[in-house]
């Protein structure tokens, strides 16, 4: 079900509401909309009310007027809970999704049943890249973003899944070509203005989860495994032949790592 939120903030913004049960949030990254968890929908919507939404700019969700930021986005899954009337969520993150997962975490943690970062990162960008994002900013603006996304996504990829889901990386490419240059340009601002969140982690009173592909291009490897030892309760998932999209790279491992640590947390929950 497809639902618009009744927003005088977030004008003409919309979500996926799927299933039923305790509720799990899924949020896209960069160069994304809601589809991109469309292989999650099917099993996960059987144990699990999924709350899917297509961030301001992406998919059917309007670009927002101001600058945007991470916290700014927090502040939008925030009232996508309040709409709901969700007393407590779980918020699972890709890439710019968990970037913004960290800002809700760091405002609204007394909201959480737990978080998640999958392929993501609680660190600020280093200064190369920041400088690598400007580049790409100005590609974009002037007239470069079919180039940079057609050599981007690939890059999202191991070289296996590469040659496995070309398909896949086609879908996702014309879901990212669908983004307006504007969106596109005022992510990459937000991701470089972003803070360090690592404090959230080594204070987080909620359990963690960590989803790392093993052959990520996008973010260190051991930048990953060393976040993943900052919460008091942490589970790390590796995804060996897996990039930075394991939503189609090994969509079962993915499915089976999200339903198998969300029982957990609420089992926890019931004790």
Do not use: W
């Not at 509401?17 to 996960?44: R, S």
């Not at 670009?63 to 007393?87: G, H, R």
């Not at 969520?89 to 760091?106: K, P, V």
């Not at 939503?247 to 957990?264: G, T, V, W």
Request: with cysteine.
């Amino acid at each position: 079900m497809l639902v618009k939120l009744n927003s005088t903030r977030f004008r003409n913004c919309f979500y996926q509401k799927k299933g039923a049960g305790k509720p799990i949030f899924l949020v896209h990254g960069f160069g994304e909309d809601a589809a991109i968890f469309e292989n999650q929908i099917d099993e996960l919507q059987n144990t699990f009310e999924l709350i899917i939404p297509d961030l301001p700019g992406s998919g059917l969700s309007q670009l927002y007027d101001e600058a945007l930021s991470m916290e700014l986005f927090a502040e939008f899954i925030y009232e996508i809970v309040e709409q709901e009337k969700f007393q407590k969520i779980i918020l699972l993150g890709h890439s710019m999704g968990g970037y913004l997962t960290m800002a809700f975490a760091e405002k609204y943690q007394h909201k959480l049943f737990a978080f998640g970062l999958i392929h993501s990162s609680a660190y600020a960008d280093d200064e190369s890249k920041k400088e690598t994002r400007k580049k790409s900013i100005k590609l974009i603006e002037n007239d470069g973003k079919e180039i940079f996304l057609k050599a981007m996504i690939p890059n999202l990829y191991s070289e296996e899944s590469k040659l496995m889901y070309q398909v896949e990386m086609q879908n996702h490419l014309k879901m990212a070509l669908n983004i307006s240059t504007k969106a596109l340009v005022g992510y990459y601002q937000a991701m470089i203005n972003r803070t360090d969140k690592r404090h959230v982690l080594k204070s987080s009173k909620v359990p963690v989860l960590f989803v790392i592909g093993k052959k990520d291009n996008a973010i260190p490897y051991q930048q990953m495994i060393e976040q993943a030892s900052m919460p008091a309760v942490a589970k790390v998932e590796i995804l060996e032949k897996v990039g930075h999209t394991s939503m189609y790279e090994n969509k079962k491992a993915l499915n089976s790592i999200i339903n198998n640590f969300c029982l957990y947390v609420f089992r926890q929950e019931i004790v």
